[in-house]
């Protein structure tokens, strides 16, 4: 844990120690600037021929490959990578940092004051200002303003005049301003709260978000929280999002609670460039190449994948699998199941479960069959009280997305035969820690301790990352020129406050804030966290505790 914190105060140390006045150039002609956001982020030059570099090592990269963004990031405000014995630095190259001078000399650097790792450090800190001529030196000839030679990984390019003159333009207006809802005394932010979601659990969600807007000040300034209800059907949803942000622009969209359709709002997201941050949905669209939401997991989806995985191991084989679901998350479930069975020699039977009649839904059961619930508390409580004995199979498996084992009351016949498929597979320590922070602050809140404990532990991890990340991005506590907060510097600082899993070392952030999912990571082109679960089942009959049937299973 400490050589985590210390990545993040070195980032931001050197990040703040760069900044230099903060001097904004004109924004220029618009075509020159896509010219140049092309070369930036596609790897594109002017003619449309593909943009190359010549690695330190000797090979070339072309293409997207060849691109600024792959390290210096979207928002120009570049990277950190390595240990604190090893750091690479990929330093800022928007314009109110590029074209400025930093701000240390190098007598004013000392072991007692600075800590500077290596020689890389020491450049950046205490380079001059650089202005298009040196900046297509740099590119050209690998100099900095100053004649010393820039140092690995940074390539070389053959660039002529006109490019270098468009990328320069691009990166002068690159991260110059803060992005639209940062105001100079309030911090903008919405919520989404689609209308396939039960009372409850929007209660749990505002709940928690609305204690974080009365005393969080992230920024240095109050967060004023917008609460966007959706109505009426998913076609006019994106209409509806739409309005909301003409009259009030928000920064980012904090949070939020989904069912089975969180399309429109991913689709807004990604056309309005707004970040949207870690939303509870049920069933998660699939990022592909966008950029602006993260999500915790794929939802049900990927719960279905892990139950897939676990079921395709041959002491597990054998009988039928019966799926039942009562609405559109459900079914979305059952659908993935089944196309993850590929294998699966015995038939997958899909039955809608009614509340009419549910002994309907168990009817013909076998011992040897496989029954997956991918239903609602009340609707397995249901089941439970109207067979208490349970069904003749040993193996039923329920969806802990869709119901949480804190919300189900379960007779002891079926508690020794029920499995639950959970996505929060971390019954360690840190986890345990990170349940009692919750409970602890949810009591000072005042904030209902029996609803939904799931969506609470998202929307508090949600809004603690967003809180910590702005803080790192404008480090108040060391009184430095504050950064424009900008949307896309907000996306790439919460992709490493989010916890990092190593699977050859199986090394596990311990912060224990945010360790509700044992593993999460995301990265440059990964917009989901969460991307395994496991299999659990109940201690004991009179036990509310669970323990893991499986390892963790990453389909």
């Known amino acids: 844990m400490m050589s985590v914190w210390l990545d993040r105060v070195r980032y931001a140390l050197v990040l703040l120690a760069v900044i230099g006045s903060g001097a904004v150039a004109e924004p220029g002609d618009e075509a020159l600037i ?20 010549i690695r330190p090592e000797g090979f070339v990269l072309e293409g997207g490959h060849a691109a600024c963004v792959s390290c210096h990031r ?15 630095l990929v330093p800022p190259v928007a314009g109110p940092v590029l074209f400025a001078p930093s701000r240390f000399a190098v007598t004013e650097l000392n ?17 001059s200002a650089y202005d298009v001529q040196s900046l297509a030196r740099s590119l050209r000839e690998g100099l900095d303003p100053d004649g010393k030679r820039l140092l690995a990984p940074m390539p070389l390019y053959n660039l002529d005049d006109t490019a270098v003159t468009a990328l320069g333009a691009y990166l002068k207006q690159q991260s110059n301003k803060p992005s639209p809802g940062v105001e100079p005394d309030t911090l903008q932010l919405a919520t989404v709260v689609t209308p396939d979601v039960r009372p409850d659990q929007v209660e749990a969600v505002l709940g928690v978000l609305g204690a974080w807007a009365d005393s969080a000040m992230g920024a240095g300034m109050p967060w004023n929280l917008h609460v966007w209800r959706l109505s009426g059907p998913a076609t006019s949803w994106l209409a509806q999002l739409q309005q909301r942000y003409r009259q009030q622009p928000v920064y980012a969209l904090l949070s939020g609670v989904g069912g089975s359709n969180w399309a429109p709002v991913h689709e807004f997201c990604e056309q309005q460039r707004l970040a949207c941050v870690l939303p509870s949905v049920e069933v998660a669209p699939d990022p592909g190449d966008d950029w602006y939401s993260m999500y915790f997991s794929p939802g049900v989806g990927l719960e279905a994948r892990v139950l897939a995985s676990y079921l395709s191991n041959a002491s597990n084989s054998g009988g039928n699998i019966i799926q039942l679901y009562s609405d559109a998350s459900g079914r979305s479930a059952a659908k993935a199941l089944r196309s993850s069975m590929n294998a699966f020699t015995g038939s997958i039977i899909d039955r809608r479960f009614r509340v009419t009649s549910p002994r309907t839904a168990l009817k013909g059961i076998s011992a040897d069959d496989v029954l997956v ?3 609602r508390p009340d609707e397995i409580s249901q089941l439970a009280a109207e067979l208490p004995a349970g ?5 039923i498996f329920i969806s802990a997305l869709l119901s949480t084992p804190e919300e189900l009351s379960l007779p002891a016949a079926w508690k020794q035969r029920v499995h639950f498929v959970s996505l929060f597979d971390d019954l360690g320590l840190q986890a345990e820690i990170a349940r009692l922070r919750l409970e602890r602050w949810l009591e000072l809140e005042g904030l209902p301790g029996k609803q939904n404990r799931r969506l609470q532990a998202d929307a508090y991890v949600a809004s603690y990352l967003l809180n910590d990340a702005i803080g790192n991005i404008r480090g108040q506590e060391l009184r430095r020129p504050a950064v424009p907060l900008t949307r896309e510097h907000l996306l790439e600082m919460l992709e490493t406050l989010v916890n990092k899993y190593d699977d050859s070392t199986e090394q596990i952030n311990t912060d224990s804030h ?14 989901v966290a969460v991307r395994g679960g ?22």
């Not at 982020?41 to 449309?48: A, C, F, K, T």
């Not at 072991?111 to 380079?127: C, F, K, M, Q």
């Not at 069904?391 to 193996?395: F, K, L, M, N, V």
């Open 514 to 527: 945010v360790a509700f999912y044992g593993r999460m990571s995301l990265g440059p082109r990964q917009r």
């Open 373 to 375: 619930l991918w239903l």
């Open 111 to 127: 072991a007692s004051h600075h800590y500077i790792p290596n020689e890389a450090w020491e450049r950046v800190l205490t380079r």
């Open 391 to 395: 069904p003749a199979t040993d193996r």
């Open 534 to 555: 496991a299999i659990m089942h109940y201690a004991s009959t009179d036990s509310s505790k669970l323990v893991t049937t499986s390892k963790r299973i990453v389909p």
């Open 34 to 53: 896509e010219t140049g956001r092309r070369i930036y982020q596609d790897g594109v030059l002017p003619g449309g021929e593909p943009l190359l570099a």
């Open 74 to 88: 979207r928002s120009g405000m570049g990277s950190i990578e390595g240990n604190i014995d090893s750091t690479v």
